[in-house]
């Protein structure tokens, strides 16, 4: 019997929202070609009737939510769970990204459905959200953490923290990947007034936690005599951007939030060197998207960050460390090729989508096997053979 998985906790696929619509799209393809009935629960704008439909093989239950915002999120995570429990049969198993909404994730254990959830990387930690909103987010992975079957980390350290609270058996490690990136076309990067190999790039959000103002003012210390290009929102008047942009130099450009994959991909693959401030979290889709596309890469010093791009590259801690690196590595070009040549290696050796489909068919058999009653084992596969 062909085994199924449904997809819950993401806006849906094709992937246009972030990293977890990403991982949700990519491997819902590798398990599509392994054999696996994949359906997928997508958030759309508007009010009307759910309904269905196909994407590359994919099926899609395509749920209506006009509210914004995490009520929205709310609403349509619960709208999935409940469309899910209807359509649910044994021998199917849910694969559910985020622990937003996990007070849900409760149903499907008291149905006895087994449920593999990805737990984010320690979301609840973030002081954007105030304490308010850490609180439920907590309480949120305390009921995910205590009711999943499997619980996904995507870094060790996040693993070591889950298996403290939870216990070391239901948890395994399975990063992000990327696309890796050998070519680009040069037009983008053109249109940016830039040459290919003769600027640095940061892609991410106006947070502090992003470090995007150290960057920033390290960069604009001196002149470079090389521009830095700040991928993101920055356009808005909240006081953290307006810090950023008061702090940056006439070399920093801000070309705004890129959503076209292809330009994105083009102005990370021609880029000299690729800046990484995230402080908190654990692999970030980012950072691998970097290392894909064959960057150097000078990252925040953290546990999480040290992990994913090794030894091979340059770590800071503040803006004035940072400066001093920068004023030896972007006179560097040799340098700067050979770390991203140990970036590609790594991302091959660690990040690759095959590779992160694999973990996942891994762990969604293990929960198979482990809630599939023992009448109904006929209906689960035994093995990753089996699919072959």
């Known amino acids: 019997m062909q085994p199924t998985v449904r ?5 849906g ?3 246009a929202y972030g990293g977890f619509e990403t991982a949700a799209e990519n ?15 997508c958030q759309l704008p508007g009010h009307g009737a759910t309904t269905t439909d196909e994407w590359n093989g994919l099926e899609r ?3 209506r939510e006009p509210r914004e915002g995490w009520r929205g999120t709310s609403a349509f995570d619960l709208t999935s769970v409940r469309h899910a429990l209807r359509a649910h049969r044994s021998g199917e198993v849910w694969l559910t990204f985020g622990y937003n909404t996990g007070v849900f994730d409760i149903v499907p254990r008291l149905r006895r459905v087994p449920n593999v959830i990805n737990m984010d990387g320690m979301e609840w930690t973030r002081k954007r959200w105030g304490l308010a909103k850490q609180a439920i987010l907590l309480a949120n992975e305390r009921l995910a953490g205590l009711v999943g079957d499997v619980l996904i980390a995507d870094h060790p350290v996040i693993a070591q923290y889950l298996g403290r609270h939870f216990g070391r058996r239901r948890v395994t490690t399975i990063t992000y990947g990327a696309h890796e990136v050998l070519d680009a076309p040069t037009g983008p990067v053109e249109a940016e007034g830039l040459h290919p190999g003769r600027y640095g790039i940061v892609v991410c959000r106006p947070i502090p936690e992003n470090s995007v103002l150290e960057i920033v003012s390290a960069w604009s210390r001196r002149h470079r005599g090389m521009p830095l290009v700040v991928v993101g929102p920055y356009e808005g008047h909240e006081p953290y951007v307006a810090a950023v942009r008061a702090a940056a130099s006439d070399e920093v450009l801000f070309p705004g939030a890129i959503f076209d994959p292809e330009r994105l991909s083009a ?3 021609h880029a000299g060197l690729y800046l990484h401030g995230h402080t908190v979290g654990g692999t970030n889709p980012s950072l691998v998207e970097a290392m894909a596309a064959g960057n150097a890469v000078v990252a925040h010093r953290n546990v999480y960050n040290s992990w994913v791009v090794g030894d091979d590259n340059e770590h800071f801690s503040d803006s004035t460390e940072l400066a001093g690196i920068l004023d030896e590595l972007l006179d560097d070009a040799p340098r700067r090729r050979r770390m991203g040549a140990a970036n590609r290696a790594r991302f091959r050796s660690e990040f690759t989508w095959s590779k992160i489909g694999d973990q996942y068919e891994t762990a969604l058999l293990k929960a198979l096997r482990g809630r599939v009653p023992a009448s109904s084992h006929a209906d689960a596969p035994e093995t990753k053979g089996a699919l072959r």
Request: charged share 15%; glycine share 10%; aromatic share 10%.
């Open 7 to 11: 997809i819950l906790g993401t806006h």
């Open 13 to 15: 696929v094709p992937a």
């Open 27 to 41: 491997v819902g393809l590798y398990l599509r070609d392994r054999g696996w009935r994949v359906v997928v629960y």
């Open 61 to 63: 239950v395509l749920i």
């Open 267 to 269: 102005l990370r693959h």
